[in-house]
């Protein structure tokens, strides 16, 4: 079947403009995770989420990251105004359940570049 | 906070030869998960292996393995018979039983498989 999917697969925006990624889950996933690579901060978590809700948003860098999932499937993370140091690769990724039991499997990313 | 610590930046192996990459974590949590992920240059995260905590057996996948060793909190993989297509980054996660799948990352080891 199909794995995880992301759009774009990569961005570059201007600093101050906003941005929207796309992830699409691995069919009945009922969790979602984002999360970013950078080169100062490693590998990150951002969000996560369990059908449609978001549980934890601890990883949220600032209020200008949010993150929606609608129809249990597909997710959107925006990130308004972008920065500099918002330059990353954020990564996908879904499982079963959320829980530590269950696998999860990643999307290819979407490389953002801001200048 | 958990957090896991990868203390190789690079290693480099030659091809059909062992090599075992360090990871070390920190928790109080009782019931976790550890994982070994892999990725390559096409920035596909893939999971290599993974160790329940509560199992004292270490996990094995083909030419990976594992050496867990829990009271010291090490959780060490080795690649036996490397191949060129070993050459990746490798990251160290975890997640603990009541962290609803959240992995948290270690700095990652970029391994150099040569012919």
């Known amino acids: 079947g199909a794995g995880v999917s992301q759009s774009p697969s990569n961005k570059v925006t201007e600093k101050g403009k906003d941005v929207e990624l796309r992830c699409d889950p691995i069919s009945g996933h009922t969790a979602l995770y984002w999360y970013r690579q950078s080169l100062g901060q490693g590998l990150e978590f951002l969000i996560y989420f369990q059908g449609n809700s978001a549980p934890d948003k601890s990883g949220l860098p600032s209020d200008r990251f949010s993150a929606e999932r609608t129809g249990g499937s597909v997710s959107t993370l925006t990130i308004q105004r972008t920065q500099q140091e918002d330059s990353a690769v954020y990564l996908c990724a879904s499982s079963l359940r959320a829980a530590g039991a269950y696998e999860q499997y990643f999307g290819p990313g979407t490389r953002l570049t801001v200048t | 906070a958990q957090t896991v610590t990868q203390s190789q930046p690079e290693m480099s192996v030659q091809e059909a030869e062992t090599v075992t990459l360090s990871c070390t974590y920190d928790?109080?949590?009782?019931?976790?998960?550890l994982f070994w992920y892999k990725q390559p240059p096409s920035r596909q995260m893939i999971l290599v292996i993974r160790q329940e905590a509560y199992k004292q057996q270490n996990a094995t996948e083909n030419r990976f393995s594992v050496n867990f060793q829990k009271a010291a909190k090490s959780f060490s993989l080795k690649i036996s018979d490397s191949q060129l297509g070993d050459t990746a980054m490798y990251f160290c996660?975890?997640?603990?039983?009541?962290?609803?799948?959240?992995?948290?990352f270690g700095q990652g080891t970029i391994l150099t498989v040569h012919p």
């Open positions: 996660a975890f997640t603990g039983g009541t962290s609803y799948g959240k992995l948290t």
């Open positions: 928790t109080s949590e009782s019931n976790y998960y």
